[in-house]
């Protein structure tokens, strides 16, 4: 059976990404820097050159809830393109150093008008990819936080980021880095919580834990922890 890339056409290929990065500015941020806070303007779109980032909601109190994360190669603010939205309704931080590439909308639609009508159906399919992509994730994270009881929440998201980009071979297994407050951001639940579920797991034997540092052990990082 052939590989299911084959059946896509319009992936696009590194040279219509170079180009489409040619006609952007590109502007690197530190860790921990905001890029889009909710009500601000919904009028640019970012490709993350480099670094990972986090999109998150938070209530009236303050209390984040983590709802992706995103790196190389990934879109940030797609969704003004395709609907009427005058302002932003997430915020989206750097984890790490990153690399941004910024275009306006206005700006460009004139170039799928112009020097990049020859990719714009390319880019438009790789941000569409990415729209139903993190739909998926969100009704994925939806479900868990509806069915799900904490332990599992936890376990599944330790799962999860074993796939990230920043995840680790390691000797026992895959190793992770990441603190309990930000796992409970991911989950839903208080920091000492996590702390409590990390050293259940511990305990059985399916993790390591020394700060902010877990080894999910062996087979554990392709399978549930329960």
Same mark, same amino acid.
């Given at each position: 059976?052939?590989?299911?890339?084959?059946?896509?056409?319009?992936?696009?290929?590194?040279?219509?990404?170079?180009?489409?990065?040619?006609?952007?500015?590109?502007?690197?941020?530190?860790?921990?820097?905001?890029?889009?806070?909710?009500?601000?303007?919904?009028?640019?779109?970012?490709?993350?050159?480099?670094?990972?980032?986090?999109?998150?909601?938070?209530?009236?109190?303050?209390?984040?809830?983590?709802?992706?994360?995103?790196?190389?190669?990934?879109?940030?603010?797609?969704?003004? !393109?395709?609907? %009427?939205?005058?302002?932003?309704?997430?915020?989206?931080? *750097?984890?790490?150093?990153?690399?941004?590439? $910024? /275009? #306006?909308?206005?700006?460009?639609?004139?170039?799928?008008?112009?020097?990049?009508?020859?990719?714009?159906?390319?880019?438009?399919?790789?941000?569409?990819?990415?729209?139903?992509?993190?739909?998926?994730?969100?009704?994925?994270?939806?479900?868990?936080?509806?069915?799900?009881?904490?332990?599992?929440?936890?376990?599944?998201?330790?799962?999860? !980021?074993?796939? %990230?980009?920043?995840?680790?071979?390691?000797?026992?297994? *895959?190793?992770?880095?990441?603190?309990?407050? $930000? /796992? #409970?951001?991911?989950?839903?639940?208080?920091?000492?919580?996590?702390?409590?579920?990390?050293?259940?797991?511990?305990?059985?034997?399916?993790?390591?834990?020394?700060?902010?540092?877990?080894?999910?052990?062996?087979?554990?990082?392709?399978?549930?922890?329960?």
């Amino acid at each position: 059976m052939r590989k299911l890339a084959e059946h896509r056409p319009l992936a696009p290929q590194p040279e219509h990404v170079e180009r489409f990065l040619q006609l952007c500015h590109r502007r690197r941020y530190p860790s921990k820097a905001p890029i889009i806070r909710p009500g601000d303007v919904a009028n640019t779109l970012y490709y993350v050159v480099d670094g990972s980032l986090a999109v998150m909601t938070e209530d009236e109190e303050g209390r984040e809830l983590i709802l992706a994360y995103v790196s190389a190669g990934d879109y940030i603010g797609e969704m003004g !393109l395709f609907m %009427e939205a005058e302002k932003r309704e997430v915020l989206v931080r *750097t984890r790490t150093p990153c690399e941004l590439a $910024e /275009i #306006s909308y206005e700006r460009l639609f004139q170039l799928f008008d112009g020097p990049l009508k020859d990719e714009c159906p390319r880019i438009l399919f790789a941000i569409a990819t990415q729209i139903t992509t993190r739909l998926l994730h969100t009704s994925r994270k939806a479900s868990r936080l509806a069915f799900m009881d904490v332990t599992s929440r936890v376990a599944r998201t330790l799962i999860d !980021l074993c796939s %990230e980009p920043d995840a680790m071979s390691h000797p026992d297994g *895959t190793q992770i880095r990441i603190s309990r407050q $930000e /796992i #409970s951001r991911i989950v839903g639940c208080s920091r000492e919580m996590v702390g409590r579920v990390l050293k259940q797991l511990e305990e059985e034997g399916k993790i390591s834990v020394s700060g902010k540092t877990i080894v999910v052990f062996g087979q554990q990082a392709q399978q549930p922890l329960q």
